[in-house]
């Protein structure tokens, strides 16, 4: 029989895909190359996948983080050897630290072509670090290598990862030739191995984790709500699920303690506005009364409740500082004296029974509900009544623009914006806070609308789209209402609240640019407006949800350091007022 290579490929690549499928894939993201042909054809041939393409590599990995971080489950990732797997690192990064199940699953040369010249061969093995949870690097294709060895070699990463979460890391070099008209079934014999595999709808081994009810017991004794609920308390509700939040929320009411909601939580609760009124000195006074910190979820917006933690929990010892997450890595980037209890939030809370004993802490933090209501008034006042559009009235009004839809908040000063200035309610948030950066986010957001078919409404800075410009063409065809609003300044406009040298500021930091976003959005056949005025704004938005489908550019054009300049008008305002 004349050995077939390309068809020893296909049968990797297809007992490979089939068991990522039964172990719950269903999207893989697909980019073009040569090289990867065997997954690519056989991710095309498995009727359990969906596939999406995109033309750029590191959009496409931002693509699949988006559809992870809102499915909540695996997805696959598909590039050709060379740079485009170094183009991944980025997403990989994010999802290193946000936990994203990505599976990546990079085509390369064989072994015999590595560091000798050879054309599109760059060293693939170990290039994501320690940014990814696990990695194999496969040998190439071979009759010699039982299926079955291939079979629980990928088991055992995917099991690693439904634990852990986060990136795993699959390098498939695979000879030429890559093309063939031959079938599979030339290799009967080689196949027969995994035949009952085959035949069966299961994984081909699988991991249990066993917990007994003894060291369930002795972890419920350390978190329940009577050891605690007699001390001045405050709850924390971080970057978690939208349903998750909502239960936390209830939960702290019944303690009767202070809630700080972070926005990517997508809920509010009465001391809203914490980063502007921690500011005041009767506020930090009070706070200082505070004996236990109870934080559910992680990557916290605000610098200054950031701040207010170190410096509170500094005097705690670490049964006075607990934080609830599931993920197993460090949530300390203070180093404090800390519990942290490894837990879904769900699961923490219905562990908890409400505390029926006399609190008499409850309503301890009460008075500070005064200073967010203040707040919230001059906000109305000052931001949204006189029809500016600027950068803060668009932070202060996304409340209103929410009406059940999902949000996309990007980083730099626009999340910033928002933790200051928005309330929002019940509202599912995104966003990529993992390593905060500037890339992707088009991408990301391109993959959550994929994954959810919701309504999406986008806020992001201007050079942070400008840096994922490619990425608009994964919108081209979407068809669920979605509006991207962009504010444009000309730049880094967050340098401009941060002690940069200022001779050097607009140069070095800034970067202005001096382009808009009106052909770019003709370029990849998006709608596109640039309204003046609040209330025009506020209008576009509401005709294109409710009249709309598609993907809107909603330019929001401010001078550079406008937004700096109101803020510290607002500021200065908002210390008068609550003195």
Not at 94 to 103: C, D, N, Q, S, V
Not at 454 to 483: F, Q
């Amino acid at each position: 029989m004349i050995y077939d290579q390309a068809v020893v490929n296909r049968i990797w690549c297809d007992t490979l895909l089939e068991e990522l499928v039964r172990c719950g894939v269903e999207d893989v993201c697909v980019a073009p190359g040569s090289r990867s042909t065997p997954l690519t054809l056989e991710a095309e041939a498995n009727s359990g996948l969906t596939l999406h393409t995109h033309f750029d590599e590191r959009g496409l990995g931002f693509f699949a983080l988006g559809l992870a971080k809102a499915s909540k489950k695996p997805v696959v990732v598909i590039v050709t050897s060379g740079t485009a797997v170094a183009n991944l690192l980025p997403a990989v990064a994010e999802a290193g630290l946000t936990r994203e199940k990505l599976i990546l699953l990079t085509s390369d040369r064989p072994t015999e072509l590595i560091n000798c010249g050879a054309n599109q061969a760059i060293q693939q093995q170990g290039i994501f670090s320690s940014h990814v949870e696990s990695a194999l690097n496969l040998p190439s294709p071979s009759l010699q290598v039982p299926l079955n060895w291939l079979l629980t070699s990928v088991d055992q990463l995917v099991n690693k990862q439904a634990s852990a979460g986060g990136a795993i890391h699959i390098n498939c070099p695979f000879p030429e030739p890559l093309y063939s008209n031959n079938e599979k079934n030339m290799y009967e014999d080689y196949l027969q191995s995994v035949h009952n595999w085959k035949k069966s709808l299961t994984t081909y081994t699988n991991t249990v984790y066993f917990k007994t009810s003894a060291s369930n017991s002795s972890v419920q004794a350390n978190v329940q709500a009577s050891d605690y609920a007699y001390q001045k308390g405050v709850v924390v509700i971080g970057s978690v699920d939208v349903k998750e939040a909502e239960k936390a929320l209830d939960f702290a009411k019944s303690l009767g303690w202070p809630v700080f909601c972070d926005p990517q939580s997508g809920m509010n609760s009465d001391w809203a506005h914490y980063d502007l009124w921690m500011q005041n000195k009767h506020a930090q006074h009070l706070l200082t009364d505070c004996q236990f910190i109870l934080q559910l979820g992680e990557r916290i917006v605000s610098k200054r409740l950031n701040q207010w933690i170190k410096q509170q929990a500094t005097e705690f010892n670490s049964e006075q500082y607990v934080v609830i997450s599931p993920e197993t890595h460090r949530i300390n980037q203070d180093h404090l004296p800390q519990t942290h209890i490894v837990s879904g939030i769900s699961q923490w809370l219905s562990a908890q029974s409400t505390p029926s004993l006399l609190k008499p802490s409850a309503g301890w933090g009460d008075e500070l509900t005064q200073l967010s209501l203040t707040i919230s008034e001059l906000t109305l006042a000052q931001l949204t009544s006189n029809d500016q559009l600027t950068e803060l009235s668009v932070a202060a009004d996304l409340s209103a623009r929410v009406n059940g839809r999902d949000v996309f908040i990007g980083n730099s000063l626009i999340v910033r914006l928002i933790d200051m200035l928005a309330r929002l309610d019940k509202t599912q948030v995104f966003t990529n806070r993992g390593a905060s950066g500037i890339d992707g986010l088009v991408a990301t957001a391109a993959g959550v609308i994929s994954a959810t078919h919701k309504p999406l409404v986008m806020l992001i800075g201007d050079t942070s789209l400008l840096y994922d410009l490619n990425s608009l063409a994964l919108l081209t065809h979407v068809k669920t209402p979605m509006v991207i609003v962009v504010n444009n300044n000309d730049g880094g406009a967050i340098f401009d609240l941060l002690p940069v040298p200022e001779q050097q500021k607009q140069a070095l930091y800034q970067m202005p640019h001096g382009y808009d976003f009106e052909h770019a959005a003709h370029q990849f056949q998006l709608q596109y407006a640039s309204p003046e005025t609040l209330s025009s704004y506020q209008n576009k938005i509401e005709e294109h949800f409710s009249n709309g489908s598609g993907v809107l550019i909603l330019e929001v054009k401010t001078p550079a350091e406008q937004a700096s300049s109101l803020l510290k008008q607002f500021n200065l305002m908002l210390k008068e007022a609550l003195i």
